[in-house]
């Protein structure tokens, strides 16, 4: 159930976040700087999950905007969004094609709540999308997460991640300006409906893999025949196609995986 944001509790718990760590303030309102640490046998364990969880449980609605999905990192929201789907929680995940980096399967995965609407964000040529944040809504206040953590099992339970958990009313002003620039991503002209551009992105996921391993099939400079948009063929040297590979930037390869 949830409560009331006591403002005088609130105002005592950033005295102690950001002035004063001996200040005596409620742990509820406090901001909490979230990592991966501990071990389950010490019974000292921390993981980004736990918090992003709890969150989920308690919220009234909900938006996530990452980078990179995959099926791990779905695999450990599963359970807590079937909960939420029984209770008519709804959410909002915006993805990106940033590196074709997420998996299809997660995406699809995320697609069948009926309650969580999905898009994704198709970067322009040289621009990337590097967003994570969690809002958490409730009736009273915002809870956000934000940081390192992409929506991947290795990122909330094992990687080195830095995020910061902070709670705000919704006249805040960062929740404002986090809340507005969420808005601003979601209805960009480059974010799409999951069902409309998951069949493509797909295919250039999987052109994409193709091409990576006759790559480093060959391992020289001998040439390889890759797609051109025009239907042609193309031979293009091993190490110009693993560097394309390396270079972190999606649009700078798209002429050697779109097929015509």
């Known amino acids: 159930m949830d409560h009331k944001l006591n403002i005088e509790d609130l105002q005592e718990s950033l005295q102690t976040s950001f002035i004063c760590k001996k200040h005596d303030s409620s742990e509820k309102y406090r901001s909490k700087f979230l990592i991966n640490s501990g071990q389950f046998s010490a019974g000292n364990i921390q993981k980004v999950i ?9 919220c009234e609605s909900f938006d996530i905007s ?4 995959t099926d791990g990192g779905v695999n450990l929201l599963t359970q807590t969004l079937l909960e939420l789907k029984e209770k008519g929680i709804k959410g ?6 940033y590196n074709l980096f997420s998996e299809p399967s997660a995406l699809k995965e995320l697609a069948k709540f009926e309650n969580i609407d999905v ?3 198709r970067c322009k040529e040289g621009s990337g999308f590097h967003v994570k944040s969690f809002i958490f809504n409730h009736s009273s206040q915002c809870n956000v997460i934000i940081g390192s953590s992409n929506l991947t099992q290795n990122a909330l339970t094992t ?10 009313t919704f006249e805040g002003e960062m929740v404002f300006l986090i809340k507005k620039e969420f808005e601003k991503l ?3 002209p480059l974010s799409f409906p999951l069902e409309e551009v998951i069949e493509e992105y797909e295919q250039e996921r999987k052109t994409l893999k193709d091409l990576q391993r006759k790559a480093n099939a060959i391992g020289g400079p001998e040439p390889v025949a890759v797609p051109k948009r025009d239907g042609t063929g193309e031979k293009v040297s091993a190490f110009k196609v693993r560097y394309r590979l390396e270079s972190n930037v999606r649009r700078d390869i798209y002429e050697y995986i779109t097929e015509s």
Do not use: H, P
């Not at 736990?50 to 308690?58: A, K, T, V, Y």
């Not at 909002?92 to 094609?97: A, E, G, M, P």
């Not at 990687?159 to 705000?168: A, D, H, I, L, P």
């Open 159 to 168: 990687n080195q991640e830095w995020n910061v958990k902070f709670v705000s």
């Open 186 to 188: 979601w209805n960009d």
């Open 119 to 121: 898009r994704m964000y």
């Open 66 to 69: 990452v980078a990179f999905i």
């Open 50 to 58: 736990c918090d992003i969880l709890d969150e989920l449980r308690g």
């Open 92 to 97: 909002r995940i915006l993805t990106t094609d």
